[in-house]
């Protein structure tokens, strides 16, 4: 993934908070010189520092997938986590000229991808991780775990231990304060939250700037 710097994370919380929000991540490696992916749950297990370089990843997929038979031959792995995006669309910006882009937030992260030995953990950590924020959460008892037990021979846990990440924040902080108001405005609520957490303005901005608005470069965006 290309990073332009203007877009790239400033605080690392930013880019840990999306990994931990959005954990359907893509993972992405190579089977026969093909690249291939498989749409699975993955957690950091541990991270050393602020960034993500050094942390491991867990996962688990179906047994019955291909995919995790390459990785002793090919152990090298991309892990792409996807946060809120959305089309921002000229009449947003309610100037002339402008083009349309799109607004997004995604990390990569690259390592080492290995069979994890113990599924089972690994399942019921994720279990434990996605209903931690529900209420009612739900707690596996004894007849659950038994079946648990049963249906793990047909998963396949893995870990990587991440050696690389970038991270792609695009969420317009390159335009002015008026018009970035009315982009936020019009954009799904996750998106406009994830725009207030990278980059806060100030909330009246839309009625304090006019279309040029004030204090930022005014200009077309560049999606990719």
């Known amino acids: 993934m290309h990073v332009f710097p203007r877009y790239a994370p400033a605080d690392p919380a930013h880019a840990a908070r999306l990994v931990r929000e959005n954990p359907f991540a893509l993972v992405v490696s ?65 100037a002339d000229p402008a083009v349309p882009t799109w607004n997004y937030a995604a990390v990569h992260l690259t390592g080492r991808i290995e069979v994890h030995p113990d599924p089972l953990e690994v399942v019921e950590r994720t279990v434990e991780a996605m209903e931690s924020s529900r209420t009612p959460s739900w707690r596996p008892g004894a007849a659950s775990r038994e079946v648990f037990a049963r249906i793990v021979s047909g998963v396949v846990a893995f870990r990587v231990r991440v050696t690389g990440e970038r991270g792609m924040f695009k969420l317009s902080q390159d335009i002015d304060d008026g018009r970035r108001a009315r982009v936020r405005r019009d954009a799904d609520p996750a998106l406009a939250a994830l725009m207030d957490q990278v980059d806060p ?19 077309p965006e560049v999606a990719s």
């Open 30 to 94: 190579v089977a026969g010189g093909v690249p291939v992916a498989t749409h699975a749950p993955v957690l950091v297990e541990e991270a050393g520092g602020p960034g993500f370089e050094g942390a491991t990843l867990v996962g688990h997929l179906a047994r019955v997938n291909p995919q995790w038979r390459a990785w002793e031959s090919a152990p090298e792995a991309l892990v792409v986590f996807s946060g809120p995006h959305g089309y921002v669309s000229p009449t947003s910006y309610e």
């Open 201 to 219: 303005r100030p909330a009246d901005a839309g009625q304090q700037a006019g279309p040029a608005g004030a204090g930022r470069q005014a200009g």
